[in-house]
């Protein structure tokens, strides 16, 4: 049975492109909503797994939508998109249920990434999160635990933008330790001034 996921997006450009995005496969039936109080009215009507929603949409309070779309139907999942990505806003989306957040203009391949992430029970963000997140996380490693320290390796890789299975397979690493890492230093970041 295809996973029921709404398109929260006010800008018609992008909401069709999501929608092609999406549409690809039959694993989705997507639906749309342009405004903040169609998306809340089509999440109450039609209960979808999944709603993705853009960050600064019309009419929308993202994280009192958020709140009031989980009390009626709280088995929803939340994925935010924007082409900003700050700090303060991504913690509160992860401290009250989101399960991830993209970056503008994400693909198929990305969604389903974060899909995968949610089954799994661990956040998604986007890569370019990752990077920034690493790259301020770097700063806070001390000089002197750099040389051949895991936690210095794995941020410095991650800074780079390096593939996480290729990071695992040269520092011999299993993709669990790298998850968990990573989940960690998300809310330590996003903790960070």
């Known amino acids: 049975m295809p996973l029921k996921v709404l398109l929260a997006e006010d800008d018609t450009i992008n909401r069709n ?3 092609q995005v999406l549409g690809k496969t039959q694993k989705y039936t997507v639906y749309e909503a342009p405004d903040g109080r169609s998306t809340i009215r089509l999440a109450t009507e039609l209960k979808p797994d999944v709603i993705v929603f853009h960050v600064g949409m019309t009419n929308l309070n993202e994280l009192e939508a958020i709140k009031y779309i989980q009390t009626v139907n709280p088995n929803v999942r ?66 002197t635990h750099r040389n051949g320290k895991v936690d210095y390796q794995l941020l410095s890789r991650l800074s780079r933008g390096q593939a996480r299975n290729r990071i695992a397979f040269d520092l011999n690493l299993d993709d669990d330790f790298i998850q968990e890492r990573v989940d960690r230093w998300v809310f330590e970041w996003v903790e960070m001034n």
């Open 78 to 143: 939340m994925l935010g998109f924007s082409v900003m990505y700050l700090k303060n806003f991504i913690k509160a989306m992860l401290n009250i249920g989101a399960f991830g957040y993209i970056v503008e203009k994400f693909s198929l391949t990305e969604f389903e990434q974060a899909l995968t992430h949610f089954q799994e029970g661990t956040y998604y963000l986007s890569d370019r999160i990752i990077r920034r997140m690493a790259t301020e996380m770097l700063t806070r490693i001390p000089e």
């Open 17 to 19: 492109h999501l929608y």
